[in-house]
């Protein structure tokens, strides 16, 4: 993805120099200008750097609450322009697929709506504190702008452990519950529906379309094997998911997915290989990871079998491999 302006805008509303920043993260200058892309663990690296900068827990959220509207990137201004909430979220998590890497998922269940945020290529890490502090926050801000209310979450669930300087109980207007199972937001069904005050048809109509159109042209483009690896991606570890899971993530059926890989000219288990070897090669890039875990996160409970796999997919045992990319760096 590419850094969006916004971003360096926060930033230095935050007191830091975006070049100190990227130097910290060990990222090239180009990133500042948008001449290059990043990665989600490159993502992950500029939130971890500025707490440690900054070293200040609160600055995820604070960093969404100061900025003005006026400065935000044209494709959240479509969704503060949306007639409700729904419609604006529904939005927001279309258009977000377009220049972030981060996956929104909506569930609702008597009178609560429940926003999980997840990043399907983090190779299993957590995402910092602060970037899930922010975006849970923008979520939250989009609804009170929208709406020009006070409007609080019912709670928010972290999985992580409380810092006792965050302010989250403060910023959020509701209870903070640590050490959950999720990381999630949990609104109000009711306030879900709330019109926005902001709502502007005309502006929404001169912005919403090309963002629309991208982003069908993106899921188009994508085919059915790409979401297959997609899902893949997130689902790998221990043992292998079968179609059948994926077509539930996919929200069809494992008979109408089938259909749609075998239009393309693939095979489930050609795709599962394909995910497999492209996160293996990431995995043993980080020396952290342990050849018999990165097995693990690629769906092999049985290490002599990862072995074979990988001697037919490189020609080479992972540890050679290994050796082989450290003497490239």
């Not at 909506?106 to 957590?126: G, H, M, Q, R, Y």
């Not at 999985?159 to 989250?168: A, C, I, V």
Request: charge should be positive; charged fraction near 30%; include cysteine.
């Amino acid at each position: 993805m590419k850094v969006p302006s916004t971003f360096w805008l926060r930033v230095k509303a935050m007191g830091l120099k975006p070049a100190v920043l990227l130097r910290h993260s060990g990222l090239p200058a180009t990133v500042y200008n948008g001449q290059s892309v990043i990665t989600t663990a490159e993502l992950f690296a500029l939130w971890r750097s500025i707490l440690e900068l900054g070293k200040d827990s609160t600055l995820g959220w604070k960093g969404i609450r100061d900025v003005g509207s006026d400065k935000y990137h044209p494709s959240l201004i479509a969704a503060l322009n949306a007639p409700n909430y729904r419609d604006c979220l529904e939005r927001l998590a279309r258009y977000k697929q377009l220049c972030g890497a981060q996956e929104f998922r909506f569930t609702e269940l008597d009178d609560e709506f429940t926003v999980e945020i997840s990043w399907p290529f983090a190779a299993k890490e957590e995402p910092p504190a602060l970037l899930l502090d922010a975006m849970l926050a923008l979520i939250v801000e989009l609804g009170r702008r929208g709406t020009k209310t006070a409007l609080a979450p019912k709670r928010v669930e972290l999985t992580r452990q409380k810092e006792l300087q965050d302010g989250l109980g403060h910023y959020f207007g509701c209870p903070i519950k640590y050490r959950s199972r999720r990381n999630a937001l949990v609104l109000r069904a009711s306030d879900i529906e709330l019109p926005f005050v902001a709502h502007n048809e005309e502006l929404l109509q001169m912005l919403a379309p090309q963002f629309e159109e991208q982003w069908a042209v993106g899921r188009k483009k994508q085919g059915a094997a790409g979401k297959v690896k997609w899902v893949l991606k997130r689902l790998l570890s221990g043992s292998p998911p079968d179609v059948a899971a994926v077509a539930k993530e996919l929200g069809m059926s494992e008979r109408t997915l089938q259909r749609r890989i075998t239009e393309e000219g693939r095979t489930f288990r050609e795709l599962l290989n394909e995910t497999r070897k492209e996160l293996i090669r990431e995995y043993l890039s980080d020396d952290s990871i342990t050849v018999s875990e990165a097995a693990f996160l690629i769906g092999f409970e049985n290490t002599n079998s990862f072995y074979r796999a990988f001697r037919s997919w490189e020609g080479k045992t992972p540890a050679e491999w290994r050796a082989e990319a450290r003497g490239k760096k």
